[in-house]
């Protein structure tokens, strides 16, 4: 089992809904979540990072996170067409991120 | 500069060829982290400095992989008689401390190509 597991898709959502990401890890991976979008042929970028149980906001972006469950969750609402990416879920162990392999998010316009 | 600088962008080697890629960091970040990203997969970790000091290169694949920041800033990844399976995106990323807390900033990778 991987220590940071993503469905890799392709999630495909209509324009304007909500998409849906999930991400679940390992019991290495205890400290600090992140959510890192990456479109194709660019480096990672972070969209958000959590730390404690529950949800965190930031504009149209939600992160959930269920430590009991051991899984992070990355809501995108009033999804765009330039939202279609592929999102790496990252887990913190001390210094280290363990990485997801990724999911690619498709939005149809 | 602003950001995490990484040359070459593209790099074509010949297979047994040497290679060596450069990161620079953003001025004044800690912590700097080489990855190694293969298509369609996250990035792999290959190895960490804090400084100039590497503290972890468990991720390097094979002893042909040999990375240095002498001065705590620019990083540069060597590998030796470079092979097929070496074919990869390897991305540089540092951050301002080294808690596992941090943002960390990426470079625009340097996608080797090994023929």
């Known amino acids: 089992q991987k220590e940071v597991e993503q469905n890799s898709g392709p999630l495909s959502v209509p324009e304007g809904a909500i998409a849906s990401l999930n991400c679940t890890y390992s019991?290495?991976?205890?400290?600090?979540f992140f959510w890192y979008r990456q479109y194709s042929g660019k480096s990672p970028e972070l969209i958000m990072s959590?730390?404690s149980n529950g949800d965190k906001e930031d504009g149209r972006f939600t992160a959930q996170l269920n430590k009991a469950s051991q899984y992070v969750s990355l809501l995108i609402r009033d999804s765009q067409p330039s939202d279609s990416a592929t999102y790496l879920c990252?887990?913190?162990?001390?210094?280290?991120?363990?990485w997801g392999a990724g999911t690619k998010l498709i939005i149809k316009p | 500069g602003a950001g995490v600088s990484q040359s070459p962008r593209y790099k074509v080697a010949k297979r047994g060829q040497d290679v060596a890629l450069r990161c620079d960091p953003i001025?004044?970040?800690?912590?700097l982290f080489w990855y190694q990203q293969a298509l369609g997969q996250g990035p792999e970790f290959l190895t960490y400095?804090?400084?100039?000091?590497?503290?972890?290169k468990s991720g390097l694949p094979s002893d042909r992989f040999f990375a240095e920041r002498p001065e705590g800033s620019v990083s540069t990844l060597k590998i030796q008689r470079t092979q097929q399976e070496d074919s990869a995106v390897y991305l540089c990323?540092?951050?301002?401390?080294?808690?596992?807390?941090?943002?960390?900033?990426f470079g625009s990778g340097t996608q080797l190509s090994v023929l």
């Open positions: 990323a540092s951050s301002f401390q080294d808690t596992g807390r941090e943002k960390l900033f």
């Open positions: 001025s004044g970040h800690v912590s």
């Open positions: 400095f804090q400084n100039e000091a590497q503290l972890d």
């Open positions: 019991d290495r991976v205890s400290q600090s």
């Open positions: 959590i730390y």
């Open positions: 990252a887990g913190g162990s001390n210094y280290q991120l363990i």
